[in-house]
């Protein structure tokens, strides 16, 4: 079956950590751009951080630069999204996506923050079903 499968969210006291997966079945994230989006209550879905593994180019919102991290393991066909420091503003329903890596970027944007901060303007080729982080005291 082929499809993108998120886990590792939860609940979490503010300042704490969680850590994100995102594992890919039946195709390979090395062929793609991967995104994490998340999307609270009432707002609109928002790119937090997109990643190209060929060249290793990333992007990561404002808000979450210096205290998100994405890594991969090409043998676990997995993308992590570490999540440090988290506050009360990050929670959310966490979603992993992959767009094909022939995405055009509209000038003089590039691919990852495109697909972050524009991801509108493409058909993206998988969505997980997305994982709760809930940060609260």
């Known amino acids: 079956q082929v499809q993108l499968v998120e886990s590792g969210g939860g609940l979490v006291q503010p300042g704490g950590s969680l850590t994100l997966s995102c594992t890919a079945s039946?195709?390979?994230?090395?062929?793609?751009?991967i995104g994490w989006f998340r999307q609270a209550p009432g707002k609109e879905r928002e790119g937090v951080s997109c990643?190209?593994?060929?060249?290793?180019?990333?992007y990561y919102k404002d808000s979450v630069k210096g205290r998100f991290a994405v890594s991969r393991d090409n043998a676990k066909n997995t993308v992590y999204l570490q999540m440090n420091s988290l506050e009360p503003e990050d929670t959310a329903a966490y979603f992993c996506?992959?767009?094909?890596?022939?995405?055009?970027?509209?000038?003089?944007?590039?691919?990852?923050?495109?697909?972050?901060?524009?991801?509108?303007?493409?058909?993206?080729?998988?969505w997980g079903q997305g994982t709760q982080v809930t940060v609260s005291s």
């Open positions: 039946g195709f390979s994230l090395d062929r793609y751009i």
């Open positions: 996506a992959a767009v094909s890596r022939g995405l055009v970027p509209p000038s003089p944007m590039s691919q990852v923050q495109a697909m972050c901060v524009k991801p509108t303007l493409y058909e993206f080729d998988y």
């Open positions: 990643f190209r593994s060929s060249d290793g180019s990333i």
